[in-house]
Nanobody
């Protein structure tokens, strides 16, 4: 059974930092793109960042580029999202997810929630002004 478990969310002041972790089990995750998405109240789930199966390429939403960094530790089956210079508009539930196909190379598809088949339970990040 595939499981993704996120941790690291919480309340932080604007300008602060948070690191999210997502530990996976039940699949050979080294062959899959991993992504982070977020959902704010009343809004649709939105792409935040993705890292290729090899870890060599990363992709970011324009709204977080330069502030957030995605990384992965294959030995630990864990993907991270380091979030710096946080803004109140970053407040959301953050989800990690694993791609539904192996060794994807199309960066456009990596941004689509429908291309991910397993999701974590989500972790709340609240940024106060």
């Amino acid at each position: 059974q595939v499981q993704l478990v996120e941790s690291g969310g919480g309340l932080v002041q604007a300008g602060g930092s948070v690191r999210l972790s997502c530990t996976a089990s039940g699949r050979t995750f080294s062959s899959y793109t991993m992504g982070w998405f977020r959902q704010a109240p009343g809004k649709e789930r939105a792409f935040v960042a993705a890292i290729s199966w090899s870890g060599s390429t990363t992709y970011y939403a324009d709204s977080v580029k330069g502030r957030f960094t995605i990384s992965r530790d294959t030995a630990k089956n864990t993907v991270y999202l380091q979030m710096n210079s946080l803004k109140p508009e970053d407040t959301a539930v953050y989800y990690c997810a694993t791609d539904r196909v192996t060794k994807r190379t199309d960066p456009v598809l990596m941004r689509r929630p429908a291309e991910y088949d397993y999701w974590g339970q989500g972790t709340q990040v609240t940024v106060s002004s």
